[in-house]
Each structure stands twice: as structure tokens, then as C-alpha cells.
């Protein structure tokens, strides 16, 4: 019988990882890298690979220290097997994503003891919209949510199984090694879970403890003491688990000897730069004003965490009931935990929201396993919400019609439209089947949409870069500041160009204009500068190239 199910999760994992791989591989590279994040970490990538210095991160040859050097390191390894492009790029965040989808499926299956809530948990998970777009990208994101789940694997493992504890650590390990402090506030609410985890009294001695160091023991007698705390060899057995202290020190010794080496050669720059402006300052200010109210991210589950969100609120009420439950309590504590240090944080984007979804996951997977074996009827909530979705999918699809003329997109409205409607009527019937329904026309209305040209939708937000890096990179020298008027930065067209263009006004494009240098000017700016003795180079979509004339002197 064991054989039996060892060779079930075999075949389960391997086939969980082949619906990921096709969903997070499948037309990766066809379309452009998109700006800030992909752009950063390529560019970064890219210099790596031109220089063979993988200490020591740099922009244009400047110095990089906004994130720790783990996803660079992964580009760079995979620009080397096989060159520099948008694949290559993505690849290695699309492959680590991808691998949570079967991990969570054995996680599942470790803190349910039962296989079906855990593969509706990792087929849920497989078929989130944020999970499968940010995962393709060229993100941290995604990885830090495999890194999350095999940490928690590991610790679930490592009550029959202790070796498993050096996981938990390798785990966090990589999460600091990727993001930094995000593994303080993961590896605490990890924390958290485990003290809950443990009998009453690993509780009632964190309690005692607590009120002895501020002077409030006197709240406890000695009766409660003796029947509720932790004798001392208990505590011992707690503090000095050492496969779990062994796993620590090892995942996060590359991270301190990384981080020693930064602050032994930058210096102070080093500590302002990556501690304060990139982590610190997010918690309490918004960050380049990226703002939100308080719900911001309640409003991200609900846009894109539909149609599972529907089950979400039952999924949590049952994680309560049953919060004697180790699956419970990490559901609890994981969702709910992570979901208010996101909201207090001063810094709101829609990624950060990421690492609840594999709590959102096994919430929603449970209870799906629960209406699975329900005897009795469906709520008739849920039927005239997924037709109401079905309405919905018709107004969209003859939206992006109008949009994007893209037939795919279209496509994948009418398989959400025919989804949807069939749930409706499973539901009524009250047929478990709806769930098998659902689940098959989600992944495909997903494999879709990452077939269609529109799966990284920022693209649209501005002008394409690659005609316009190819005449950065024919008519400039190598290593040259070019300045633009476009009102900001783009990451993108550095990576594409390998340049650093810069975005100036009009006052200081004036200025340049009069020293030895390359500008990147929109038609109205050229007009409205009234430049003269410039050499025009080129010009693409509405942009010119030119140099000053002392550039052409030169």
C-alpha cells in the first residue's frame, strides 16, 4: 500500500510538473523584455556576462545594489548555455515557478494525508493569473514562492523525518539570497506557525516567557505552570534542535558572506542604498509613488484571483474550524499574517501580494475537496456567481476584440464564457464534476493567453525599444550616454541597446546640445528646441538620433 502511493505522488508530480513547464515555457521568448523589473535584472545580467565579474553587480557599468545577486546569477548562468535573448532571460524564473506547482502538491499531500485536496490545491495554484504571468516574466517573484514552499515542505517533512529541517533553512536561505529582508518576514511568520504548531504548552511557555521579561509572571501561578509550560528538557529539545540550526547557518551563509563582502567594499553607499532606500523605506513611505489605500491589495485578489476567489472565504472558514489541525494553522497564520504586513507597508505593488497565493491555494484546494464529497446541495451563491462570470466573459472578449483584434484573445473569452456556464450548470445539478470543468477550461483559456501576444500587457504602455535600440547600437559608440526626451528611463531599451539612455528635460537637453554628445528626441522636442549644427543619424517611430556638432567633430 505505501509502495502504491509513493509511486502515485511519482506519477502525480511529474505530471503536475508537465501542465507547469508547458504553461511557464511555452512562447516565453516571442515577445519583448517589459521595463523596470526584466529590464534591470537583464541589463545587470548582461554586464555580468560581458565583464566575468559575478561579485560585484553593475548598470552600465555602475555600481547595482538594489537586490542581492541570486536571479542575476541565474540569467548570467543561463545567458552562458545559451546566449543573450528574452528566453534565456526568463527562463530560469519560468523553470524555478514552474516547480512550485508539484512541490505544493506534496506539501498538500504531507499536511492533509490525503492526495485529492492536495491535487485541487496545486491545480488551483497552477491555474492563478498571477502566478502564471509574473512566473513567466523575468521576476523574483515567482521564485521566492518555490523557495516558500519547499521551506514549508521541509518543515511539515521534518516531524517524521528531522533531516528535512536543513530545508527549512536552505529554503529561507535562498529567499534572502533573492529578496533580502522579505526572508525576515517569511521566515517569522514561519515562526509563528511553528510555535502554534507545537502542543498548548510550547504556547503557554512563549507566554510565560513574555510576561517575565516585563515583569508580569505574577499573571501565571504555579499550578498553571506546572500543568501547562514546557519542562526544560522539552525547551532544550526546542532551542537546540540542531538539524534545524544546521540548516540556518547553512542557507544563510552565502547571504552574510555576500552581504560582508558589499559592506567591506562599498561601504556605507552599500547600507544606505540597499537597506534603507530598498528595504526599509518601503515599509514606511511609498517608493517612487507607488501608493495604495488600504484594501490595495484586497482589490488585487479580487481582479485577479477570480474565479477561485469565490471559494476563498468558505476555504478560510474551514481553515478555522479546523485550526486544530496543523493544515489549519499554517493556512491561518500564513495568509492572514502575510496579508497585514503587506498592507501596513508604506509601498504598494501588485507583486508584493505573491507569496499568500500558495496559503490562498490550499485554502481554496481543501474546501474544493470538500464540495467534492458534499451530499448535500451546493449554495446557490456560487451558481449565479460563475454565471454572472459567464456575462462577463462575453462583455470582455467583445472588449479586447475591439482593443486588440487579437482572434486568441477572443478565443479564450468564449472557453471562459462556455467554462463558466457549465459550472453554473454542474452546480445546479449538483455535480462534483464542476470542479474538473473548471479546472481544465481555466488552464486552457491560460495556455491561450501565453500564446497570444498580449500576456505581458505593459508593452502597450510605450514605444517599442527594439527598432529603436538597433539605431542606438549602429550609429553610437560603444559604452555612450545618450540622453532622451521620453519622460522616464527605460530599463529595456538599456538592455537592448546595452547603452544607458537617460531621460533629461528640455533645459538640460539644450544644455547637452552644446557639448560633445548623442540625443534621443521625440519630433515635437526637436522642433521646440531649434537645435543647430546637429547631425540627424536616424529615426524610428517618431524618434531622432542626432549628435551635437561637437560630437561629429569628434
Not at 68 to 81: D, E, G, K, Q
Not at 195 to 217: H, M, P, S, V
Not at 347 to 376: C, D, H, N, Q, R
Amino acid at each position: 500500500m505505501i509502495k502504491t502511493n509513493k509511486k502515485n505522488d511519482i506519477i502525480w508530480f511529474f505530471l503536475l510538473l508537465i501542465l507547469a513547464l508547458f504553461l511557464w515555457l511555452f512562447n516565453l521568448g516571442t515577445l519583448p523584455l517589459r521595463d523596470w523589473d526584466e529590464g534591470y535584472y537583464a541589463t545587470v545580467a548582461q554586464d555580468m556576462f560581458q565583464s566575468g565579474n559575478w561579485l560585484y553587480l553593475t548598470y552600465a557599468d555602475q555600481p547595482f545594489l538594489l537586490k542581492p545577486p541570486l536571479i542575476i546569477w541565474l540569467i548570467n548562468i543561463s545567458y552562458n548555455l545559451g546566449g543573450i535573448n528574452e528566453f534565456t532571460t526568463r527562463f530560469p524564473c519560468a523553470l524555478l515557478t514552474a516547480f512550485g506547482v508539484p512541490l505544493l502538491y506534496l506539501l498538500g499531500k504531507n499536511l492533509f494525508s490525503k492526495q485529492q485536496p492536495a491535487i485541487f490545491s496545486s491545480l488551483v495554484y497552477l491555474t492563478l493569473l498571477p502566478i502564471v504571468r509574473h512566473g513567466r516574466l523575468a521576476m523574483i517573484d515567482g521564485i521566492i514562492n518555490t523557495f516558500l514552499i519547499f521551506s514549508i515542505l521541509s518543515l511539515v517533512k521534518s516531524k517524521k523525518q528531522p533531516l528535512w529541517s536543513i530545508g527549512f533553512g536552505l529554503g529561507l536561505g535562498l529567499i534572502a539570497l533573492s529578496k533580502g529582508i522579505l526572508a525576515l518576514a517569511l521566515g517569522g511568520i514561519l515562526g509563528i506557525y511553528i510555535l502554534w504548531d507545537r502542543e498548548q504548552k510550547t504556547i503557554a511557555t512563549f507566554l510565560i516567557k513574555i510576561t517575565q521579561i516585563i515583569g508580569l509572571q505574577w499573571i501565571f501561578d504555579e499550578r498553571f505552570k506546572q500543568i501547562f509550560i514546557l519542562s526544560k528538557k522539552e525547551q532544550k529539545s526546542l532551542i537546540k534542535n540542531q538539524t534545524l540550526w544546521f540548516g540556518l547557518c547553512l542557507g544563510f551563509l552565502p547571504v552574510i558572506i555576500w552581504y560582508y563582502l558589499q559592506i567591506n567594499y562599498y561601504g556605507e553607499q552599500f547600507i544606505h542604498v540597499h537597506f534603507l532606500q530598498q528595504n526599509f523605506d518601503r515599509l514606511s513611505t511609498a517608493v517612487e509613488g507607488n501608493s495604495g489605500l488600504p484594501w490595495y491589495y484586497i482589490l488585487e485578489l479580487i481582479k485577479y484571483s477570480l474565479p477561485w476567489l469565490l471559494f476563498l472565504p468558505s476555504g478560510l472558514f474551514l481553515a478555522w474550524k479546523k485550526r486544530q489541525k496543523s493544515w489549519g494553522k499554517l493556512v491561518l497564520t500564513g495568509f492572514f499574517l502575510f496579508l497585514g504586513i503587506i498592507t501596513i507597508m508604506g509601498t504598494k505593488l501588485p507583486w508584493y501580494i505573491m507569496p499568500i497565493y500558495p496559503f490562498f491555494a490550499l485554502a481554496v484546494g481543501y474546501y474544493l475537496s470538500y464540495l467534492y464529497e458534499l451530499k448535500k446541495y451546493y449554495y446557490q451563491p456560487l451558481l449565479f456567481s460563475f454565471f454572472g462570470l459567464s456575462i462577463m466573459s462575453v462583455v470582455g472578449g467583445i472588449y479586447l476584440w475591439k482593443e486588440t483584434q487579437d482572434i486568441l484573445l477572443t478565443i479564450m473569452a468564449c472557453i471562459l464564457f462556455i467554462t463558466f456556464l457549465l459550472t453554473s450548470q454542474k452546480l445546479k445539478r449538483n455535480s462534483p464534476n464542476f470542479i474538473h470543468i473548471l479546472i481544465i477550461g481555466l488552464y486552457s483559456s491560460l495556455a491561450l493567453f501565453i500564446t497570444s501576444n498580449s500576456w505581458v500587457w505593459e508593452l502597450n504602455e510605450a514605444f517599442e525599444v527594439k527598432p529603436i535600440a538597433n539605431l542606438i547600437k549602429e550609429n553610437t559608440p560603444t559604452e555612450t550616454i545618450i540622453y532622451t526626451s521620453f519622460e522616464y528611463s527605460r530599463p529595456s531599451l538599456d538592455f537592448y541597446s546595452n547603452r544607458q539612455i537617460l531621460a533629461e528635460d528640455n533645459t538640460t537637453l539644450q544644455q547637452l546640445a552644446s557639448t560633445s554628445s548623442y540625443l534621443l528626441l521625440d519630433e515635437q522636442t526637436f522642433d521646440n528646441l531649434k537645435l543647430t549644427n546637429v547631425k540627424i543619424l536616424g529615426e524610428v517611430n517618431g524618434f531622432l538620433l542626432i549628435s551635437t556638432n561637437n560630437q561629429q567633430s569628434k
